[in-house]
Nanobody
């Protein structure tokens, strides 16, 4: 079964850090463009970060300098390291993967092939 499963969400205080993980099964991530999206309460889903299969990365302005996307091909897992978290980062975070090159990075593409079910990140004191 082809799927992505996120983990690592939770409650964190402002200024804190979290690392989200997204494990792929049924396919190998190394040839896919990958991305993280988020959806805050009452808002549309937005792209946060993406990485092409050859390592090019892009970040939304709201997270640039605070979030880092990465992948570990040996573990078939992608990550989103988040530091200096703010209350406005509160959202459900989704990982996604796209097989077609040049489609999902650097531009964010909402129609990627595979999506996780999401993990909730809450930034609050």
């Amino acid at each position: 079964q082809l799927q992505l499963v996120e983990s690592g969400g939770g409650l964190v205080q402002p200024g804190g850090s979290l690392r989200l993980s997204c494990a792929a099964s049924g396919f190998t991530l190394d040839t896919y463009d990958i991305a993280w999206f988020r959806q805050a309460p009452g808002k549309e889903r937005e792209g946060v970060s993406c990485m092409s299969s050859d390592g090019y990365t892009n970040y939304s302005d709201s997270v640039k300098g605070r979030f880092t996307i990465s992948r570990d091909n040996a573990k078939n897992t992608m990550y989103l390291q988040m530091i200096t978290l703010k209350p406005e980062d509160t959202a459900i975070y989704y990982c996604a993967a796209e097989a077609m090159p040049f489609l999902a990075c650097p531009q964010f593409y909402d129609g990627m092939d595979y999506w996780g079910k999401g993990t909730l990140v809450t930034v609050s004191s």
